[in-house]
Structures are given as C-alpha cells and as structure tokens.
C-alpha cells in the first residue's frame, strides 16, 4: 500500500472503497446527527439550555467537517479514472421525474388504468435509453472533480431544512402536513369531509419518501426525502454543467456555487429605491425568488422544475423528447409550467418547420408520434384532468395583480428597479453574445410580463426563466474574454449575488441559534393538510368527487376509518356497551371541528333503533351559525323515516328538532330552546314512538322542549347519520366542536339525564379542548389539579384585565400586565400556589425544580423569554409537555388519575390569544 500512495496510483478496488465511504458518510450524516440530538436530549433531559449547545456544535460539525472531508478525499481520488456522461445523467434525469409518476399512477386510479400507464412510462424510458445510448462522443466528467460540488449540493439541501435536520420555514407546517398525510392516508388520499373530499396537489417530490414512511416511520420518511431532493438538486448541476462545457475544478465549482447563489440583486435595489423615496416595497409585494430561497420554501416544485429546465435545454431541440420533458415538468410543477409554456410553444413550432424542410414530413412525424411523447401527451392530459379538478386553484393564478390605473410613476420606477435588479443586469451582460438568440428574447419578454400578475404567480411563474437565464449567463462567463470591461462588470455582479445569496441564507441559522433554546427548528405543527390551524386554502386542493378525475379515473372513495378524528372510526366496529346497549357513533379524547374543515358522514347499518331510543351528544356551539346548521342529520332512501336537529334562525339561537314521518312530511318536534355559545353543552333528545308518542329534549339536566308526535310517526328506518352537516347541503353545517355522539336503544330516564351532566360538567367536559383562556382558566381552577405555567417569549401584549382575574382566581399574585418579554414560571398544587417567580428584566430566565405531594412525581420547569432563550419547557417524570409555543404553556396534572390530562399554549402576544396544542 505505501508503494501505491509513494507513486499517486490507486487500483480500482480502493478507489471504490473510498467512494463508497464517502458516500455513506454524506448521506447518513443527518441520521447520525438526528440520533446524537436526541442521546444529548435524553441524557441532560433536565438541563433544557444545555441541549441548544449539542445542537449549535452538531451544525458546526456538518458546516465544518464535511467540506474539509470532502477536500481530502478529492485529494486522494484525484487521480481517478472513474467517469460519468451526459447520456447517464440524462437517462436518470428521465428516470427520477418518471418513477413518482408511475406510483402516482399505481396509487391514484383505477387498476385497469393505472397499469398499462406505468406501461407506457417503463416503455417511453426504455426508447429514451436507447435513443440516448445512440448518441456518439457524449461528454464526460471525472467523479472525482464532482466531490466538492456534490457535497455543496448535500449542505445546501441540508441547511435548506429539508428533511428537518436543520431549520425550517413557516412554509414546512403544510409541506410536512403532506407527507404525514400520504403516509398515514390510502392512496388516493381522500378526506371524510363533506361525504368525501379528493386531495390535489403536485405532491410528487413526497411519493417515494412517504412509501419508506408507511415501511418505517416518520423518520425514516424524512432521511428518505433529503436523499432524493440532494439527488434532484444534483441532477439539475450536473446538465448544467454539461450544458456550459464545464471542464476544469474550477468552472465545476463555479457552477455549483452560482447555481447556489442565483437570484435578484437587492443590494443595487435598495439604494436606488432610497434615492427616489420609494421605500422598499415592489408593486403589489412581487418578488422573484433566489435559488436558496426555492429551496428553503417550495422545493417541492423548485427542484422538479431545475431537472426539467435543465433537460429541456439539451433537448429543446429534439423533436423526439419535447413533449415528454414539457409535460414532466406540468406534472410536477404546474404555475412555473406556465412560465415555460410559451418557450414550449415557440421551440416546438420551430422545430416542426425545420424538421420538415430538413427531413420531410413523414420521418419528422414519426419522431414528433414516438412512444416517449405519446407518453408525455397522456401523463399531461391525465394531469390536466387531475389539476382541473380543484377549480379555485385556477382563478388563484392568473389575476392581474395591479391595475394599470394604479401604476403611477412611485410605481412604474419601483417596477423598472424591480426589472432592474431581478433580471435586467444579467440580461444587459450577456446581450452581445445571445441577441440573436431566440431563447434569449423569449426569456427577456416573459419576464418582462409576469410581474404583471399576482405575486403568487410571479414568484412560481418565474423559475423555469430564471433559471434559463443563469445557465445562459454561466455558459456567458465561461466563454467571454476576461479582459474586456464587460466581462469584468459580470465577475462584480456575481459576486454581489453570492454575497447576498450566502448572508440571506445563513440569516435564518444565526437568529435561531443565537435566540432559541431548541436547534434544529421543524416546523411540524399541523400534522394534516385539514388541521384546525391549517395554512391551506382548502378550496384550491380539495376537488368533489364528482369531478371527472376522481368519479372516472381514480380508485373510488371509501371511508378511511384509520384516519377518522375523534377516534370516529369506532362506529364500524359497533363498540356496544351490553349494560346500556349503546352504540358509541364516536367518542374518544380528541375533539372534532366542523365549522370550515367538513362533517363526517357516518353509516348506521346494523344499528337496531325500535320504537323507543336516545341520542346524546356533547358539543361546544360557535356564536355564529348559518340558517338551518345542522348538529346532525339522519337520512334514508325513499321516504323512509329520519330526523334533523338544525339551527333555525340565523339571527337567534332557536333550534329544533324535525321528524320524517315517512310520508314525504318534515314535523317540527322541538324549538324555542337555547344552547350556550362558547361553552360546552350536554344534549338529550329522548325518543318514545311506542307509549306517549313523545320526543323530549334535555339541554345540560333540563327539561327544554316535549313534542307530541303523530301517529304517522313510526319506528326509525333511516340508513346514515351526518354528524356537522345537514347531508344534501354543503352550506348548512354546524360551527362548533363536537366530543360526542352515541346512540342507545332506549330512553334515558331524567334522573340519569341529571346524574350524567354532573358528572360530565366535573370530568367529561374537555377543558382539553378549550381554546377560550378565560373559560380554560376557570375550568382548570380545580382541586384536583396541579397547574403548570411557564411562559415562552412574551405574555404581556395581550394580558387585559379579564385573563388577569382569571390567573388571580387560581391564587396567583405576580401583575403580568406591562411585563413585557419578561419570563415567568408558577405551579399550583391542589388549589395552592407552590411557587410563583417573574422575572426582574428581560435577559433573565428562570428555572425550578422539585417534587409533587405524592413524593414520586418529578418536575423541572424553564421559562425563557424572547431576549433570555425563547423557550418554555415544562418536564414531569421526565418527560417534556410544554407546547413551547409564544405565550402562557399550561401543563394540567391529574393528581388523582396520575397523568397529565392537557397541554396548552395561549398565544397572548396575538390578539387573537389562539390555543396551541401538541
């Protein structure tokens, strides 16, 4: 072996050996990093602050070791002879946009379609290998000069926080929402709202992670993801840089650092806007988006969208290929395909004329009819029909953002700045050399259009251009004399832009670092894409059953009993309580909400109901509610029996109960009662068709409504329950939140009525699922409790009188009025105050520890304001429960039970003071 590295040469087998190594280094880093997060966690559990230090160190490790790892393994593979062309970065290329579409095919419809389309796919990719393998003296790039770029590439989509190792935009809530959602839901992904609502969405980056994600798990999902965005990311470098002729380490390093820096010059914006006055915002807040920013925000249609821009300008001209990489791109990204649609058009119709007058028309439409565009013509149409199908997703896209009455000349000079610095220098740079370039024109004219639009479309409509014009601009600075004063002028531009690029994004890491007690940051806090708190526009991703794709070509929908809420997914089992005889239509520890995010729609078949049942149901009526809302509704075929308990008035709280009575007829059989708004109500309606022919209504123990019932009245036939909604009407659905439903074949007697709302006002009521502070501290205010409270950021912008005598109730004495960014712990132990601490000045945190009245039951608590660490952690037996949310994080302990029963953040700086839990 010394004679081997004393003469630089290496045999094959440790040239493998030594890659190899690299590689799994690279790629199992963020588990390794992952798993000593969580060995620091655990060890120093009750030392909280000490855990930032572990992270803070492992970030350091990667930002530091991998580079200098990579540069001395370059170092010793240098001599390599290992290569890689472009013809196999194309076919994997082809092959890492085809394989998410051909799951989708398998997930998504009907197996009759489904399979011969991933037919055509496997078809279309073995003509592309050989229309490929064909192509002679294809370009070639030592692997070993690819090891410092690609491991740029691997920190790059690492410090872009995907896969959650390092830290996350806002944005991440509702992209980890999708992959939790295609791992926990069937394909296609249905949601039980409104009878069944289809999900649409380009959720194709997520497919493969979240196939490892039903395997193995969560994390698994994620590791899985960050290997095949680094892998995209490397594909879109790699045709880059066959595309400029990049040859030297020096021009591979270029082109992977622009490519990490690409993007708009703020810095020359900003003193141009101060010059004139303007301030620093664009006409209706448009923006280009840099690279790193893509990636920080949108990866899912940035990377997509960086293969396929990258393919199409090796193939733009090959009649052969167009389609398909044209619809590729649709697929995965459909608003920055509208970017490319016109280039599409032109090259195409370009193509066709000079096909013909080159090679006649036969040979040119047996090239332009192969099997890979035949491919592509399908995969778009199908893709069309899917898209289309969540109709307000198009009316979102292309507005016109600004009138033209509203550009006056503060306007016009910011849109000329913003043209300026987002594309207009690079444009006036390479002018000389692409002028006659038809490419170039087109590039110049769409992105001189788009900011026209809506700022959601300029910011995703641009990056197909965008990124056409810095491949253009690389091959510019590759090939222009370096002596000349332009060429001079583009090397200052671009390193402003890498200056910028690297201090925009290394921002995010140096405040969380430097602020929060908790590195990495994930941002996971929505769990599903229809959560509460949900960032979505529903109406633009959820598609009616009804439309073409999902009644025609997607598997059908079925209740996904595994994803119900509530655990709602009891009724088809029929859990039966054999002392009672009920029914249990749901019940559970979570809580149900109605009001915008859809009703469930429950069958009632093998549920017996004779002449003489009961419905009981706990529920938390909003203060508002629309004409003829219905708490739940029991419908049949035909004209057979059913009932409906509806709001009647949209001006008063009067609601009532009507009675199919089988003969087309609906009879009021209850009304003039009232429920409390905001608060938690106990419901009985009691039905008797065999004796007294009566139906009596029990709101919270009392007697609220008795309705006679003729005798047309018969024994209930209905066939489904819709809990939340009316059934045949989207609008008439009930706002609140429902715990409960069950149904019993029999009536309960008044006594038990009254017996079960004491019970249920002092241990069934959900407090844990109040999201009102002043009615949650009142319920918490309790004896039996040990109450938590440890604040994280801030608590005193919103804290008025009312929250104060709630916390005074409690027994608390510290005035959190005024106390801005100040931290703050206190515990209550059966209605005592055992410990109560603000602190002096913002910079100060604060920390306690000890042991409950029980003697076993350990707690340390730590509360950080936003200037001191901005965390609140609150740990019992050692294990966290605080929410770690800005505001007041309450942990409630059931002394009694043993457990902790709630975990809440009142956000008190908003002024909505929104409820947070884990």
């Given at each position: 072996?010394?004679?081997?590295?004393?003469?630089?040469?290496?045999?094959?087998?440790?040239?493998?050996?030594?890659?190899?190594?690299?590689?799994?280094?690279?790629?199992?880093?963020?588990?390794?990093?992952?798993?000593?997060?969580?060995?620091?966690?655990?060890?120093?559990?009750?030392?909280?602050?000490?855990?930032?230090?572990?992270?803070?160190?492992?970030?350091?490790?990667?930002?530091?070791?991998?580079?200098?790892?990579?540069?001395?393994?370059?170092r010793l593979c240098r001599r390599s002879a290992l290569r890689i062309s472009l013809r196999t970065v194309k076919e994997a290329a082809f092959v890492w946009l085809s394989i998410p579409v051909a799951i989708f095919f398998t997930g998504w419809l009907k197996l009759w379609l489904g399979i011969p389309f991933v037919?055509?796919?496997?078809?279309?990719?073995?003509?592309?290998?050989?229309?490929?393998?064909?192509?002679?003296?294809?370009?070639?790039?030592?692997?070993?000069?690819?090891?410092?770029?690609?491991?740029?590439?691997?920190?790059?989509?690492?410090?872009?926080?995907?896969?959650?190792?390092?830290?996350?935009?806002?944005?991440?809530?509702?992209?980890?929402?999708?992959?939790?959602?295609?791992?926990?839901y069937k394909w296609p992904v249905y949601y039980n709202i409104d009878g069944g609502k289809g999900y649409v969405y380009y959720l194709f980056i997520w497919l493969i992670p979240s196939l490892f994600g039903k395997i193995f798990g969560w994390g698994c999902a994620n590791f899985v993801l960050y290997i095949w965005v680094s892998i995209g990311v490397s594909l879109a470098l790699l045709l880059t840089i066959f595309y400029v002729k990049a040859d030297s380490k020096k021009q591979l390093l270029c082109v992977a650092a622009i490519l990490i820096a690409w993007g708009g010059l703020d810095l020359l914006a900003q003193p141009i806007r101060d010059t004139f006055g303007l301030g620093g915002a664009e006409p209706n807040g448009i923006q280009y988006r840099p690279n790193t920013r893509i990636l920080m925000w949108v990866f899912n249609a940035g990377v997509p969208t960086w293969v396929c821009c990258s393919l199409f300008m090796h193939i733009?001209?090959?009649?052969?290929?167009?389609?398909?990489?044209?619809?590729?791109?649709?697929?995965?990204?459909?608003?920055?395909?509208?970017?490319?649609?016109?280039?599409?058009i032109a090259a195409g119709i370009l193509n066709l004329v000079v096909g013909v007058r080159t090679e006649g028309i036969q040979k040119t439409t047996r090239k332009l009819f192969n099997i890979s565009n035949i491919a592509g013509a399908i995969i778009g149409v199908i893709f069309i029909i899917y898209y289309s199908s969540a109709t307000d997703a198009q009316n979102a896209v292309l507005q016109i953002g600004l009138p033209l009455k509203d550009y006056n000349m503060g306007n016009i000079i910011r849109l000329l700045v913003f043209d300026l610095s987002g594309f207009g220098v690079f444009m006036i740079i390479i002018f000389d050399k692409y002028k006659r370039s038809r490419l170039y024109k087109l590039i110049g004219i769409?992105?001189?259009?788009?900011?026209?639009?809506?700022?959601?479309?300029?910011?995703?409509?641009?990056?197909?251009?965008?990124?056409?014009?810095m491949i253009l601009f690389i091959e510019y600075m590759f090939t222009a004399d370096k002596k000349t004063l332009r060429y001079q002028a583009a090397l200052t531009i671009l390193i402003l832009c890498v200056f910028q690029a690297y201090s925009t994004a290394l921002a995010p890491y140096v405040r969380i670092m430097r602020n929060s007690a908790v590195f990495p940051v994930v941002a996971d806090n929505m769990k599903t894409v229809i959560a509460q708190d949900s960032v979505w526009d529903l109406s633009s991703t959820l598609a009616d059953l009804e439309k073409p794709f999902f009644k025609v070509l997607a598997k059908p929908y079925q209740m996904d009993v595994s994803t119900l809420p509530l655990n709602v997914r009891n009724y088809q089992l029929l859990l039966k309580d054999d002392q009672d005889d009920v029914v249990h239509l749901f019940k559970g520890d979570g809580f149900y909400y109605t009001a915008q995010k859809g009703a469930v729609t429950i069958p009632l078949k093998g549920i017996s109901l004779e002449k003489q049942f009961s419905i009981e149901a706990i529920i938390k009526p909003a203060k508002t509610q629309v004409r003829w809302a219905a708490l739940f509704t029991s419908q049949a075929t035909g004209n057979n029996h059913a009932f409906s308990l509806?709001?009647?008035?949209?001006?008063?709280?009067?609601?009532?109960?009507?009675y199919h009575d089988g003969g087309g007829r609906w009879i009021q059989a209850g009304s003039d009662f009232t429920f409390a708004d905001d608060r938690w109500n106990y419901l009985v309606v009691n039905f008797d068709l065999e004796n007294s022919?009566?139906?009596?209504?029990?709101?919270?123990?009392?007697?609220?409504?008795?309705?006679?019932?003729?005798?047309?009245c018969t024994a209930l036939q209905a066939e489904t329950l819709h809990i939340g909604w009316f059934g045949t009407s989207r609008n008439r659905r009930f706002n609140g939140i429902i715990q409960e439903i069950s149904v019993k074949n029999n009536m309960l007697p008044v006594q038990q009525i009254g017996n079960n709302w004491d019970k249920i006002r002092k241990e069934v009521v959900p407090f844990n699922a109040e999201t009102n502070i002043v009615s949650y501290l009142d319920s918490i205010n309790d004896p039996r409790f040990t109450i938590f409270i440890a604040v994280k950021d801030e608590c005193a912008v919103n804290m008025n009188n009312t929250i104060m005598s709630g916390l005074q109730a409690l027994g608390l004495k510290e005035d959190l009025r005024g106390k801005i960014q100040q931290s703050y712990i206190a515990i209550i132990e059966g209605g005592q105050v055992i410990h109560e601490t603000l602190a002096p000045d913002k910079t100060t945190a604060l920390e306690n520890a000890g042991v409950l009245k029980d003697g076993t039951t350990n707690y340390s608590l730590h509360s950080a304001s936003l200037p001191s660490g901005n965390k609140a952690s609150i740990i019992i037996d050692d294990s966290e429960y605080a929410v770690n949310w800005r505001g007041l994080n309450i942990v409630v302990y059931d002394n009694d039970a043993g457990r902790v029963v709630d975990s809440v953040a009142f956000d008190t700086w908003s002024r909505g003071l929104e409820a947070h839990r884990k």
């Open positions: 072996m010394s004679e081997v590295l004393s003469e630089k040469r290496f045999n094959e087998g440790t040239l493998l050996v030594g890659m190899t190594s690299f590689g799994f280094t690279l790629l199992l880093f963020p588990l390794f990093q992952s798993m000593a997060i969580a060995f620091a966690e655990q060890v120093i559990v009750h030392r909280p602050l000490n855990v930032v230090m572990w992270h803070k160190r492992l970030a350091l490790l990667g930002a530091v070791s991998l580079p200098i790892f990579a540069v001395c393994l370059d037919i055509l796919v496997g078809l279309a990719l073995f003509s592309i290998h050989k229309d490929v393998k064909n192509e002679v003296d294809s370009p070639t790039i030592k692997i070993c000069d690819l090891i410092i770029p690609f491991a740029m590439i691997l920190l790059w989509v690492w410090f872009a926080g995907v896969g959650g190792y390092t830290y996350q935009t806002s944005d991440h809530h509702a992209r980890n929402a999708i992959l939790h959602d295609l791992i926990s733009r001209k090959r009649l052969g290929l167009f389609v398909l990489v044209c619809c590729l791109q649709f697929t995965f990204a459909p608003v920055p395909f509208m970017g490319l649609f016109p280039i599409m769409i992105l001189l259009i788009i900011p026209f639009f809506v700022r959601e479309f300029t910011m995703s409509g641009s990056m197909v251009v965008l990124f056409m014009l509806e709001h009647g008035d949209e001006k008063s709280d009067l609601w009532y109960l009507a022919r009566m139906i009596t209504i029990y709101v919270n123990g009392e007697l609220v409504s008795e309705s006679q019932t003729p005798e047309t």
